[in-house]
């Protein structure tokens, strides 16, 4: 079992950034993908990025790429998301995720290939 817990969330103003954290409990956090989704009013959850186990793959959703950067510290069972230049549609609420099968990051794109789930950080950028 894991448990995750997010925090780093606020309101920013356009142009501004962030780190979120996600703190993970359990032995298996070295041997897992970890992801974060966001989702934002009225619309679905996406995928906004994920590293590998190891922190060698790092993976990126288009909208994000260039200004989002995931990092991982396997020592303190934490998985961080630094978001550079904010905008206004970066606003959503960020949930962290990780993938039940060790060893894994097939299907690091979809929500369904994640076990476990954080309660999600609050991210507002203002224009």
């Known amino acids: 079992q894991v448990q995750l817990v997010e925090s780093g969330g606020g309101l920013v103003q356009a142009g501004g950034s962030l780190r979120l954290s996600c703190a993970a409990s359990?032995?298996?956090?070295?041997?897992?993908?970890m992801g974060w989704f966001r989702q934002a009013p009225g619309k679905e959850r996406e995928f906004v990025s994920a590293?590998?186990?190891?922190?060698?793959?790092?993976y990126y959703a288009d909208s994000v790429k260039g200004r989002f950067t995931i990092s991982r510290d396997n020592a303190k069972n934490t998985v961080y998301l630094r978001m550079n230049s904010l905008r206004p549609e970066d606003t959503a609420v960020y949930y962290c995720?990780?993938?039940?099968?060790?060893?894994?990051?097939?299907?690091?794109?979809?929500?369904?290939?994640?076990?476990?789930w954080g309660q999600g950080t609050q991210v507002t950028v203002s224009s």
């Open positions: 995720a990780a993938k039940g099968q060790a060893y894994s990051s097939d299907g690091y794109f979809s929500e369904v290939q994640y076990d476990y």
């Open positions: 590293i590998s186990w190891g922190g060698i793959n790092t």
């Open positions: 359990g032995r298996t956090f070295r041997y897992t993908t």
